[in-house]
C-alpha cells in the first residue's frame, strides 16, 4: 500500500497539480468558506426556538434547543427555500405543457432557465436525494469557478495576491451562501469565468460553448458577447472575423430555451412574461437606485433587504468605474451590463445575488485593496455580515432567501 501511495505522490502529473498555486489557494478559501456556512447551517437548523410571555411585564423569555435529529434531514430542510423548491419541482416534473397562464404558478416557472434544472434531473437518474447532490454539485461548480477565477485574474496580468484576494472576496461576499445550496449561481459563475478564461487563452470555439451554456443557464449570459467582443478587440486591435464568429454561439442557450417555451406553452417569450408576474417591470436602471439613495429609511422589508441590495448594486457600479480607470474595457462592460438588467427591472430585491456572480466587482476590490489595513477592512465586513446572513436563510428569514 505504502509503495502504491509513495508512486502515486512522485506521478509528474501529481506532482504538478500539488504546485499549481491557484489550485491550492482555490482550496483553502473554498474549504474555509464552505466549511463556515454549512457549520452555520447545521447549528441554526437544528435549534428550536420559543419565547415563553411574561404577562405582567410584557417581557418574552427565550429559549433555545437542539434537536436530536439527523444532519442530512435538517440540511435538506434548511435548504429548501424559496427558489430551490421552483428548481426541484421543474428538475423532477419539467415545464408544463399547457397555453401558457400568468395566474398558474406552474407557467410562471418559465422564469428559471433549464440548464440548472436539466442537471438535476440527470442527478436523479442516480439518486433520489436531489437535495443534498444537488448541493454538492453547487458547491463543486463553485470550487472550479473558483479556480479559473485566480487563474483569468493572473490572465488578465495581475499578481498571486491579487488572484488570491479576488477569489477570497467571491466567496466572502455577504450572500455567497447561495454558491452552497442547489440554485444556478455557482452554475452561472463557473461558465461566465470559464468563458471568459477560454476567450484570454485565445480558445474562442470553447469561449463560444460555454456561453451557450451560460445563456442556458440565466438569462444575463447573453451579455458575454459584447464583453467578449470588446476583449478580443483588446487583445487583437483589429476585427478578427474568425476567432469572433464563434461568439455567435453565445445566445444559443437562449434561443434554444425560447424554441422549447414556444413548442411547450405557445410563448417563445414566456420567461419574461412570466417575470412581469414576479414584479419586474422594465424602467430606467437608476430610477429605484436613486429613490433608495435619496430616502433610505426602509432598510428592511419583507422579501427585501433594501440596504444590502442598494449597497450592492452601488459597490458593483464603483467597481465598474474602477475598471474603467485601469483601462480593463472588457471587465467593465460585462460588470455593467451584468448589474444594469437586474437594475431596470424596477426593484431593488435579489439585486445583492445578482451582484454575487459579477466577478469583474471582486477583482476591481481586490486590485484596489493593495494596504492590509482596506483588505482587512473589506474581509471583516464581509465575513461578519455572511454570517448573519447564512443564520437568516436558516431560520429561513425572507430577506435572506430572496
Not at 144 to 173: C, E, M
Request: aromatic share 16%; proline share 4%.
Amino acid at each position: 500500500m505504502l509503495p502504491r501511495l509513495r508512486k502515486l505522490l512522485e506521478n509528474k502529473w501529481f506532482v504538478r497539480l500539488r504546485q499549481d498555486q491557484s489550485l491550492r489557494d482555490t482550496l483553502y478559501v473554498w474549504v474555509l468558506t464552505r466549511s463556515l456556512i454549512f457549520i452555520i447551517f447545521i447549528c441554526v437548523g437544528h435549534m428550536t426556538v420559543n419565547t415563553i410571555p411574561d404577562t405582567p411585564t410584557n417581557v418574552r423569555d427565550p429559549y433555545a434547543s437542539l434537536e436530536n435529529v439527523s444532519i442530512a434531514r435538517k440540511l435538506r430542510e434548511t435548504m429548501w427555500r424559496a427558489d430551490v423548491a421552483h428548481y426541484m419541482v421543474v428538475a423532477r416534473e419539467g415545464y408544463l405543457r399547457e397555453p401558457f397562464d400568468i395566474e398558474n404558478a406552474r407557467s410562471r416557472q418559465f422564469v428559471f432557465f433549464p440548464l440548472h434544472p436539466l442537471l438535476l434531473w440527470l442527478i436523479g437518474h442516480v439518486t433520489k436525494d436531489l437535495m443534498l447532490w444537488g448541493a454538492a454539485m453547487s458547491n463543486l461548480f463553485l470550487f472550479v469557478g473558483l479556480l479559473f477565477l485566480h487563474k483569468l485574474t493572473l490572465a488578465f496580468g495581475y499578481d498571486q495576491q491579487i488572484a488570491r484576494r479576488t477569489i477570497f472576496y467571491t466567496a466572502t461576499f455577504p450572500v455567497s451562501y447561495f454558491f452552497s445550496v442547489p440554485l444556478t449561481e455557482s452554475l452561472f459563475l463557473m461558465l461566465t469565468v470559464t468563458s471568459f478564461y477560454a476567450a484570454r487563452k485565445e480558445h474562442w470555439w470553447a469561449a463560444g460553448v460555454l456561453g451557450a451554456f451560460a445563456s442556458g443557464a440565466r438569462v444575463n449570459g447573453v451579455v458575454l458577447v459584447p464583453a467578449l467582443l470588446v476583449l478580443s478587440w483588446q487583445m487583437y486591435r483589429s476585427v478578427q472575423i474568425k476567432k469572433i464568429l464563434w461568439l455567435l454561439l453565445v445566445p444559443v442557450g437562449l434561443w434554444a430555451f425560447m424554441l422549447y417555451s414556444w413548442w411547450a406553452c405557445g410563448d417563445a417569450l414566456a420567461f419574461r412574461t412570466a417575470i412581469a408576474r414576479w414584479g419586474r417591470k422594465p424602467g430606467f436602471f437608476l430610477t429605484e437606485l436613486t429613490k433608495y439613495v435619496i430616502h433610505p429609511h426602509t432598510i428592511i422589508e419583507p422579501w427585501n433587504f433594501n440596504l444590502l441590495n442598494a449597497a450592492s448594486a452601488l459597490l458593483c457600479l464603483f467597481c465598474v468605474y474602477l475598471l474603467l480607470r485601469r483601462r480593463e474595457w472588457s471587465l467593465a462592460v460585462y460588470g455593467f451590463l451584468a448589474i444594469f438588467i437586474p437594475l431596470s427591472t424596477g426593484l431593488l430585491q435579489s439585486l445583492d445575488r445578482y451582484a454575487l456572480i459579477i466577478f469583474p466587482m471582486f477583482m476591481a476590490l481586490a486590485i484596489v485593496a493593495k494596504s492590509e489595513r482596506v483588505d482587512t477592512t473589506i474581509r471583516f465586513i464581509f465575513i461578519a455580515i455572511l454570517g448573519i446572513m447564512t443564520a437568516l436563510f436558516a431560520a429561513n428569514f425572507t430577506i435572506a432567501v430572496a
